[in-house]
């Protein structure tokens, strides 16, 4: 695998060599680039295993712009509902009132005693307002300050459960794999188009295409050490550049029929 990868980003016209390699070799390394490209946000993870401070940021916002409730209040440490509200940020959903928990995101329930995190069924984790500083809060208050309040103590429990990092990982992993997949098969047609005259077949060029593909992975993964993964667009250069590379710079060898 790792000599496959350094062979790819240093000299991708040698990539062609690898288009004889079994789908099991191709299909592990369509899983490989991903994982490496999933390593920031893994180590980011075990370094600060809690809510991480731009989704601490997306909470407070939603919570200030999408639920605000009139008549909703915390009273010495007991909740009353005036409307049910739900509003979602990440796979997170807040909720408030007799809503059915959301089967495809966690559940922020707001309790009557008691904030509780939930998935389906399944509970993750609850504490008590009066535990999570709570004891009179007042949803229909839309500041900025109000949101601090109420986002941190959901921020608290949050990271008392310490379940969601993994979640994290495998959302993103499942992302890049999605990312990388869908780039290969683009390029491959694309190099249809672009080298009519190399007589590869599709399924060749989706091979070469995992290969030259490489420098998407190592490009979104060191963007992301630096925290700039709004930067992709350069990682999408590089990959049409390097195919362009490869591409111009391999001749095929025709056999001469022997008399």
Request: proline share 3%; hydrophobic share 50%; charged share 15%.
């Amino acid at each position: 695998m790792f000599k496959r990868l350094a062979t790819s980003i240093t000299k991708p016209p040698l990539a062609v060599f690898f288009i004889k390699d079994t789908w099991v070799r191709i299909i592990l390394y369509l899983f490989f680039i991903p994982l490496i490209m999933t390593l920031p946000i893994t180590v980011r993870t075990m370094i600060n295993p809690g809510m991480n401070q731009a989704r601490f940021e997306r909470m407070t916002a939603i919570i200030r712009s999408d639920f605000q409730i009139e008549n909703t209040k915390i009273e010495s440490g007991n909740l009353s509902v005036g409307s049910n509200k739900t509003a979602t940020f990440d796979f997170f959903t807040l909720t408030m009132g007799d809503v059915e928990p959301h089967s495809q995101t966690v559940t922020i329930l707001f309790d009557e005693s008691e904030l509780v995190f939930l998935f389906g069924q399944f509970e993750f984790g609850r504490k008590s307002y009066l535990e999570l500083g709570l004891s009179e809060f007042d949803f229909s208050i839309a500041t900025s300050a109000n949101s601090m309040i109420l986002g941190s103590a959901i921020r608290s429990l949050y990271d008392e459960i310490g379940t969601f990092g993994l979640s994290d990982i495998t959302l993103s992993f499942m992302y890049n794999l999605f990312d990388y997949v869908l780039y290969v098969f683009l390029m491959a047609v694309i190099m249809v188009f672009f080298a009519q005259e190399l007589e590869f077949t599709f399924l060749e060029r989706i091979k070469l295409s995992t290969y030259l593909s490489s420098i998407f992975g190592i490009s979104t993964f060191i963007l992301a050490l630096f925290g700039l993964e709004g930067a992709e667009i350069i990682s999408i250069i590089l990959l049409y550049l390097f195919h362009l590379w490869a591409y111009r710079n391999i001749h095929m060898v025709r056999k001469e029929p022997e008399n």
